[in-house]
């Protein structure tokens, strides 16, 4: 559960054997070039090769890249494609992503294969017909205009009817163009990183079954998708994904084994300890879904934690970082049932801090205005830090 590598990268800017894994393919891109030393001059060589290579397919070679566009994909994951990328795109997109293929150097194809990323996940400007794939379920934009400004869908729409029309209205962006930036702005952000620094193993792993020798870690740092409203990763990362070669059922197979799904179906419940018990019991009675999606949620969690009391040392810590979360108006006190969970699997939890976030810095999806009473919005700005520790003569 890395995510974009935070903790990966700390260990790794102070010289410690840092550890790292996520099920997440874009979460494993963004900590491995955060953590790879990288030379800027060859990074600037290559980026400014896959333009004018791009740029030359797309000029000269349209016809064979429409051939490829036709036998690139299973029927499915071309319906995505053509749902949500206008032609045009895709044929930019397909010429920078053959190019970015052919890079030999692994690290320098990961970082590339991040900058492309990033033009289709982004707030509102991504080369998608999406209008925010950063923050909320993909909205296709009710209006397209072309890169000079002609309608290409959407027209007969009366603002009437539709008073948010602005914030439904799309203006296509050249992927080549956007790519461009993205590089410089990935090239200038470089962390200057110690290249003698001892280099994190980032690797797929389920936290749930974690693929780590017993006793060999000496500290784990992690914050856990959260319990309701858990940000489906997988909603907004398949769309660069499929561009890489993944297929969209393959991507919604893997979507399954994130922890805070929704799905209640074929789900390995655990039994779990009074307290936490208790709180789904609560909920299950105003809502019986809510109550089993908890349950699942708080099972993935024991085995989370079960894990991580596997893999550390005796007399070693976790951190564990999480937000609160809401169910049906009820504060679902996740704090105090992970710390339940952990004592039932032998950890000690000697405290539970509270980190106060900056409401400033908190990025809210489009169109949306502070709130301060919203419980939604409360939850954003406080999240829990709660310790846990291995005793020392534990076996
Ligand atoms: C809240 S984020 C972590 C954020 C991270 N602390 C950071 O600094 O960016 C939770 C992460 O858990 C990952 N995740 C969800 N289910 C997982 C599982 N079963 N095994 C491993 N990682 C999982 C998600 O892909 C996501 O990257």
Redesign the pocket.
């Known amino acids: ?6 903790t990966v990268l700390e260990a790794f800017l102070t010289g410690r054997k840092g550890i790292g ?4 393919p874009l ?1 494993i891109m963004i900590s491995k070039v955060k953590t790879t030393p990288l030379k800027q001059e060859k990074l600037i060589r290559q980026y400014r090769e896959i333009l004018k290579n791009a740029k030359n397919q797309v000029n000269q070679e349209t016809k064979k890249l429409k051939q490829i566009l036709l036998a690139q994909w299973d029927l499915k994951t071309k319906q995505f494609i053509d749902y949500w990328f206008v032609q045009e795109i895709q044929l930019e997109l397909l010429a920078l992503v053959l190019q970015i293929s052919r890079i030999e150097d692994e690290d320098i194809k990961t970082f590339f294969e991040l900058a492309f990323s990033a033009i289709i996940v982004t707030k509102s400007g991504g080369v998608s017909l999406a209008l925010d794939l950063a923050h909320t379920r993909p909205h296709k934009a009710k209006v397209v205009l072309s890169r000079n400004g002609k309608i290409i869908f959407g027209e007969k729409l009366d603002k009437n009817k539709f008073p948010r029309l602005k914030f439904l209205t799309k203006k296509l962006r050249s992927p080549i163009e956007e790519f461009e930036k993205r590089c410089i702005q990935n090239i200038e952000g470089l962390v200057n990183t110690n290249s003698e620094s001892i280099r994190p193993e980032i690797k797929f ?4 079954n974690l693929p780590i020798e017993s006793k060999s870690v000496d500290l784990i740092v ?4 959260y319990a309701s409203n858990a940000i489906d ?1 997988m909603r907004a990362h398949k769309f660069p994904l499929v561009w890489f070669g993944y297929h969209v059922d393959e991507l919604s197979r893997k979507r399954k ?3 805070g799904g929704e799905i209640i179906a074929n789900i390995n419940y655990e039994k779990l300890p009074d307290f936490t018990s208790k709180v789904i019991t609560d909920i299950s009675r105003l809502d019986s879904k809510r109550g089993k999606i908890l349950h699942r949620y708080y099972s993935e969690m024991t085995r989370t934690l079960r894990e991580m009391y596997r893999v550390l040392k005796p007399g070693k810590a976790a951190i564990v970082v999480v937000g609160n979360s809401i169910m049906r108006g009820k504060d679902i006190k996740i704090q105090n049932c992970l710390a339940d969970i952990g004592q039932s699997v032998g950890f000690g939890v000697p405290k539970i801090g509270v980190r106060k976030l900056d409401r400033n810095k908190r990025m809210l999806p489009a169109g949306i205005e502070t709130n301060t009473n919203s419980q939604i919005q409360q939850r954003m700005y406080e999240e829990y830090v709660i310790g846990f520790y291995k005793p020392k003569n534990s076996r």
Do not use: L
């Not at 559960?1 to 935070?6: A, D, E, L, Q, R």
């Not at 894994?21 to 997440?24: L, N, S």
């Not at 792993?205 to 749930?208: D, K, R, T, V």
């Open positions: 559960m890395m995510g974009s590598g935070t894994f996520d099920i997440d979460a792993g389920n936290a749930q992690t914050s856990p998708p990763y084994e994130y922890i």
